[in-house]
């Protein structure tokens, strides 16, 4: 259930609309990936930025990426540096991303042919069977 106004939502909502259990999203919260506000009664409220970052945490752990590695993706976004040393560290470690994500999906991609071959095999040697 939203709020106020200005879509923000509560946290059962959020894990509802991203999948993900409330336990998870206050994990991220303990580990720093997410901040979220209170309303009067102390409860977590979501604005749509934390909404944001939540699907950006789950979109890299879906890809397989570790707490520590979204934290450093995450903490690119957090005052303290200049905006000039923000950007390039997050253009830095965004694409070293991008090419772990290249690695990781060239290898899906060499899997699936290996398995396909091996299922037309299958269904290949099973026709043979049943001939």
């Known amino acids: 259930m939203g709020v106020s106004s200005d879509s923000s939502v509560l946290i059962g ?71 000039r040393e923000r950007l390039d560290a997050a253009v830095e470690r965004l694409s070293s991303l991008r090419d772990e994500v290249d690695v990781r999906r060239a290898r899906l991609d060499r899997a699936a042919a290996l398995l396909t071959g091996w299922h037309d095999d299958a269904v290949r040697a099973r026709g043979e069977l049943e001939a």
Request: glycine share 10%; no cysteine; hydrophobic share 40%.
């Open 13 to 83: 909502e959020l894990a509802a609309r991203h999948g993900v259990s409330v336990e998870a999203i206050r994990y991220y919260e303990s580990q720093g990936l997410l901040s979220p506000g209170r309303d009067a009664s102390g409860r977590r409220v979501f604005d749509p930025a934390q909404q944001r970052a939540l699907e950006v945490v789950v979109a890299l752990r879906e890809a397989g990426l570790g707490i520590r590695e979204i934290a450093s993706v995450v903490a690119l976004k957090q005052p303290g540096t200049s905006v």
